[in-house]
């Protein structure tokens, strides 16, 4: 059984940042892609940010030149840092692990942006 943990959610400024973790467990992180997701208040969840297992990476047009993914195998850990934070960013944000056969969410992490 494969657990993921979300962590570095919170509350900051407009402007500022925040890097979210997601540590696996099992040992399939290394042959999984990673995906991060978030879902605001009355929206619909929506892809943020992906990464490969190679490492191969693509963001959201609405978080390019802000948010980064990134990954440590060797941690099993993966990351979302995200700069120049703005208010509609507000958001849990969800990390997702995915071989060719299963998927995997965590709880989920909130982030709230002030103006």
């Known amino acids: 059984q494969v657990q993921l943990v979300e962590s570095g959610g919170g509350l900051v400024q407009a402007g500022g940042s925040l890097r979210l973790s997601c540590a696996a467990s099992g040992s399939i992180f290394r042959i999984s892609a990673m995906d991060w997701y978030r879902q605001a208040p009355g929206k619909e969840r929506e892809l943020v940010a992906s990464?490969?297992?190679?490492?191969?990476?693509n963001v959201a047009d609405s978080v390019k030149g802000r948010f980064t993914i990134s990954r440590d195998n060797a941690k099993n850990t993966g990351y979302l840092q995200m700069n120049s934070l703005k208010p509609e960013d507000t958001a849990v944000y969800y990390c997702?692990?995915?071989?060719?056969?299963?998927?995997?969410w965590g709880q989920g992490t909130q982030v709230t942006v002030s103006s």
């Open positions: 997702n692990l995915r071989t060719s056969s299963r998927s995997y």
């Open positions: 990464t490969s297992s190679v490492g191969i990476r």
